[in-house]
């Protein structure tokens, strides 16, 4: 089992910028991808940015350019550096790990979500 616990949510203004982290814990034998999923209330949930073993990032097109995904290979933590920040990000933005085990059995596991708040 995999656990991922995020951290670094909580309200901003509009125009400032927040860093999310999402550490990696457990029985990890190699986690290809980590993303960053959000959800606003009555929304469908979106990914809104990946990140793969290679160093391959895909951002949601309403964040290109604010957003940066990056990540720790060496402690199994990703981070969303979240610049220039609007009221439309407001969301629970949550970790997600893709992981194959030795075996190369795929699971996915998801952390508990944090919320972030962009007001005035």
């Known amino acids: 089992q995999v656990q991922l616990v995020e951290s670094g949510g909580g309200l901003v203004q509009p125009g400032g910028s927040l860093r999310l982290s999402c550490a990696a814990s457990g029985t990890i034998f190699n986690i290809y991808a980590m993303g960053w999923y959000r959800q606003a209330p009555g929304k469908q949930r979106e990914l809104v940015a990946r990140i793969t073993g290679g160093g391959t990032t895909t951002y949601a097109d309403s964040v290109k350019g604010r957003f940066t995904i990056a990540r720790d290979y060496a402690k199994d933590t990703s981070f969303l550096q979240m610049n220039s920040l609007k009221p439309e990000d407001t969301a629970v933005y949550s970790c997600?790990?893709?992981?194959?085990?030795?075996?190369?059995?795929?699971?996915?596991?998801w952390g508990q979500g944090t919320q972030v708040t962009v007001s005035s």
């Open positions: 997600n790990a893709d992981h194959r085990n030795r075996y190369g059995i795929p699971s996915n596991y």
